[in-house]
T-cell receptor, first 113, second 111 residues
Framework: DGGITQSPKYLFRKEGQNVTLSCEQN?????MYWYRQDPGQGLRLIYY???????QKGDIAEGYSVSREKKESFPLTVTSAQKNPTAFYLC????????????FGEGSRLTVL | AQTVTQSQPEMSVQEAETVTLSCTYD???????LFWYKQPPSRQMILVIR??????QNATENRFSVNFQKAAKSFSLKISDSQLGDTAMYFC????????FGAGTILRVKS
C-alpha cells in the first residue's frame, strides 16, 4: 500500500546526543515536510523540500538538519543544539501541482531524558 | 507571512447536534488552498475537507461543510449530526507552497 512511514515511533535520547528520525514515502511525491507538535498546540514547520537535493528552512529550523538525497526519503536529525527537543514529530508529503493535500505519517515521539 | 488563527481552544457539542469551528487567516495571496484536518487521540492527521480559493462554492463532504468567506479571510467548519467519533483536535490550515496550521480546536462530542 502507498503511504508514509516514520520510524521509530518512540525514541528516547540523552541530552547532548544527536538523533535521526526516518521518513520514507512510496507515493512518488515531490514535496516532503517535517512538522513539530508540542502538547495541546498546533503543528510548526521545521524544514521542507520541494525537490530532490533541495530543502528550505521552516519557522523553527534551529537545532535541526535534513537531507533529501532520494525522492522517497527525507530524514530529520535533531541535534544537541536543539534546546527543547522533546516533542511529537510528523512527516508529510504531497504531489506538487495538485490540490495541495498533505499526506501524513503516523509520527515519532521523541523524549529527551 | 501567512498566519492562521483558531480562536476557540475547546468546544463541546451534544451527539447529533451541529457545531461550527472558526478559522481566520491572513495572506496577500489570491490563489491558495484551505484545509481542515482532524487529529484523533491516535494522533494520525486525517484530512476532513479542502477548499480552493478560486472556487466560490463552499466545499461539502458528507456531514462536514465549510463557510468560506474570501474577502473576510474566514474559513469555518460546520459538523452536522455530531458523532462520538468526531471527538478530536481540529486544525485549520492554509496552503500556498507550504502548509501553515492554526493552533487547533479540541472538540468533544458528548453522549
Amino acid at each position: 500500500d502507498g503511504g508514509i512511514t516514520q520510524s521509530p515511533k518512540y525514541l528516547f535520547r540523552k541530552e547532548g546526543q544527536n538523533v535521526t528520525l526516518s521518513c520514507e514515502q512510496n507515493l512518488n511525491h515531490d514535496a516532503m515536510y517535517w512538522y513539530r507538535q508540542d502538547p495541546g498546540q498546533g503543528l510548526r514547520l521545521i524544514y521542507y523540500s520541494q525537490i530532490v537535493n533541495d530543502f528550505q528552512k521552516g519557522d523553527i529550523a534551529e537545532g535541526y538538519s535534513v537531507s533529501r538525497e532520494k525522492k522517497e526519503s527525507f530524514p530529520l536529525t535533531v541535534t544537541s543544539a536543539q534546546k527543547n527537543p522533546t516533542a511529537f514529530y510528523l512527516c508529510a508529503s504531497r504531489e506538487t501541482g495538485n490540490t495541495g493535500e498533505l499526506f501524513f505519517g503516523e509520527g515519532s515521539r521523541l523524549t529527551v531524558l | 507571512a501567512q498566519t492562521v488563527t483558531q480562536s476557540q481552544p475547546e468546544m463541546s457539542v451534544q451527539e447529533a447536534e451541529t457545531v461550527t469551528l472558526s478559522c481566520t487567516y491572513d495572506t496577500s495571496e489570491n490563489n491558495y488552498y484551505l484545509f481542515w484536518y482532524k487529529q484523533p487521540p491516535s494522533r494520525q492527521m486525517i484530512l476532513v475537507i479542502r477548499q480552493e480559493a478560486y472556487k466560490q462554492q463552499n466545499a461539502t463532504e458528507n456531514r462536514f461543510s465549510v463557510n468560506f468567506q474570501k474577502a473576510a479571510k474566514s474559513f469555518s467548519l460546520k459538523i452536522s449530526d455530531s458523532q462520538l467519533g468526531d471527538t478530536a483536535m481540529y486544525f485549520c490550515a492554509f496552503m500556498r507552497n507550504k502548509l501553515v496550521f492554526g493552533a487547533g480546536t479540541i472538540l468533544r462530542v458528548k453522549s
